[in-house]
Each structure stands twice: as C-alpha cells, then as structure tokens.
C-alpha cells in the first residue's frame, strides 16, 4: 500500500488558527458495509496516510474503529495528538450531549474529540436501517430554542476539554440566521451534501462568509447510499459527460475529479470508501490539479440533485422532505 506522508496532505485554517487535513475518510457505512469492513478501512487509512476520520453514534461502528485507534497507539503507528477525529451527536441524545459524547470517546478510546458535531439540527430519532416510508410520531420542527439547548451543551463540553471544536450538519441559511446571534462559541465547520450536481452555492457562500468551514459529505454522489435514499430522479455526478470528459483529460478516475474539484472549490471532503482510499488521498497531493477551465465546466453542472431527502426526519403536519430544507427562505414548521 502507498503511503502518503500526511504532512503534504493540504490543510484549511479554522476560524480560532487551528487547521484540519482538506481530506477525511467517512465512517457510514450506507447500511451497506459492515462494522467490521469500516474498521478495516480505518486501519488501512491510518496506515496509508490518513489523519482524519468522520465518524458517528448513529453509524454503529465506533466500538470497532475505536478498536482500531487504540491498536495503532499501542503499536505506536501515530499518537492520539496525530489524529483529527470528529464524531457527532445522534438525534436521540439532543437532552443529554454529555452523556453521548463521553460514549462516544469511551467507545472510539480516543480521550476528546477534535469535532463535535450535532448531527440533524431536530432531535427526529429513526432507527438505524430504517425504510423511507418510516416516521417518528413524536418528531418536532427546528426551533431555535430546541438547537440551542443543544448547542449550549457543546458549549459546555469544550469548555470542559472533552471537545475541541463545534460542529453543525445539515444546516439551511434561515436555521443558521436564527441561531449564530446566540452562540457563544461559533461552530468551526458545518458538514453538508456537496458534489457537483448539488453544489449549494449559497449556502457555501454563506459559510465562508460567516467564517464556517464547509464540509461536504457524499462527494462522489454516493453511488452505494441507503435504498431509502435513492428515488429514480436522482443523478449520477460521476457520470456526467463533463466530469468524464475531464476524467479522460487527466487519465483519472471520474471520482478524483469530484474529490479535486471538492477541494479546489474550497470544501473538506469526506470521502466513504472499503477500498479505494489510498487513490482517494493520492489524488491530494499528486500535484495533477484542475485547470481553471474544467473547474468552470464543473460549475454548469449544478442540478439541484440533493440525494439524502431525510424523509425520515418529518413531523406530523409536514408535507414533504423539502419541509426539512427551508427552501423559500423560511424556516418551515
């Protein structure tokens, strides 16, 4: 296996000076992959060169990568301070962060987390594996007052040195409006869908000029998401003529295009991956960037082709998944 020596790996500053590596290795399994087959990953990633792992409670792996974390202390692979891990606190824990995030660290053996993120910004609670169809009764709208209550608990466990930084997911421009008057630590990152056919160009814009590092999960299009997740309308990123055509070009592979563009964009991307990892990181530091021409192709390509829904996220009352989005400007209750 290559190894990619992660001092040359690129790096984005954060809003306190600190910096995170422009790639991590995603930990969800799509309810496709194995506990087992992600942990696996993560030690080849470790071992290849990967600094920086995005992981979840929800995801039901941390047990067997938190496994992986402490055999590669113990073999003296790297040290805790080498890694950059980030987790995030599932729906069902919004009362009791504490509680969730010291799970977490107890499971992933890692001492703090370098992200916390909140996961949904609603506490609406579906089973792991569960199908489109299925709803929680007791789901509620976004309320500022509910993800503060939240937030304030993060707060709390920074201050405290179990959490480095904050971090939002899946976040619209008017939930955002609402809530960063009140923090009082403002949120380092927030990770959302981006790849080429669902860019979110305002709600990036609108990061980076709030000073919030963006994360995009689900760079290549997720080929291999949940079930529930895919609908026949959905397109394939890496399958556009243009993404192929520079694809071609390069004599690269369709998804280190998406991954280059994701960087040179200005994003951390996140890539999930059993098995091509080592390509997914080379592609960072192989020198062989997009030309100002293709990352211009790239940009017609915006479909709005957002493909995680979160249909199971809606409360009674709702109509649809575009409920959950805010997409008139307005949050929707």
């Keep these: 296996m290559t190894f990619i020596d992660p001092a040359t790996v690129p790096q984005k500053k954060l809003n306190d000076g600190s910096t995170m590596p422009v790639i991590g290795m995603g930990t969800f399994g799509s309810d496709r992959v194995s506990a087992e087959e992600v942990a ?61 995030c010291k799970k977490s660290i107890a499971d992933l053996q890692c001492d703090y987390v370098d992200m916390y993120y909140i996961h949904w910004p609603f506490p609406n609670y579906h089973a792991p594996g569960c199908d489109v169809d299925s709803r929680n009764p007791d789901s509620k709208p976004f309320t500022a007052e509910r993800f503060m209550n939240t937030y304030r608990q993060c707060e709390a466990l920074v201050e405290e040195g179990l959490i480095r930084h904050i971090g939002i997911s899946n976040m619209t421009i008017p939930k955002l409006e609402a809530v960063l008057p009140l923090m009082k630590i403002k949120p380092a990152t927030c990770e959302i869908e981006m790849h080429p056919c669902f860019q979110q160009k305002e709600l990036f814009d609108y990061l980076v000029a709030h000073g919030i590092q963006p994360v995009g999960y689900m760079p290549l299009g997720s080929p291999r998401r949940p079930e529930r997740d895919i609908c026949p309308e959905d397109l394939a990123d890496m399958e556009m003529p243009e993404i192929l055509a520079i694809a071609k070009a390069h004599n690269i592979h369709p998804a280190t295009v998406c991954l280059k563009w994701a960087v040179q964009h200005g994003q951390v991307t996140i890539p999930f991956s059993t098995h091509n990892y080592p390509k997914n990181l080379e592609a960072m530091v192989d020198g062989d960037w997009l030309t100002e021409e293709e990352m211009a192709s790239i940009a017609t390509l915006e479909r709005g082709n957002r493909l995680v829904k979160g249909q199971v996220f809606l409360w009674p009352g709702a109509k649809d998944w575009h409920d959950l989005w805010d997409e008139d400007g307005v949050i929707v209750k």
Excluded: P, S
């Design 40 to 100: 696996q990953a993560v030690a080849g990633g470790i071992r290849c060169g990967y600094r920086m792992f995005d992981c979840a409670a929800c995801y039901g792996n941390e047990k067997n990568i938190g496994e992986v974390f402490h055999a590669a202390f113990e073999e003296g692979i790297v040290k805790r301070e080498d890694l950059y891990i980030m987790t995030k606190v599932w729906n069902d824990m919004h009362e009791r962060v504490a509680e969730a």
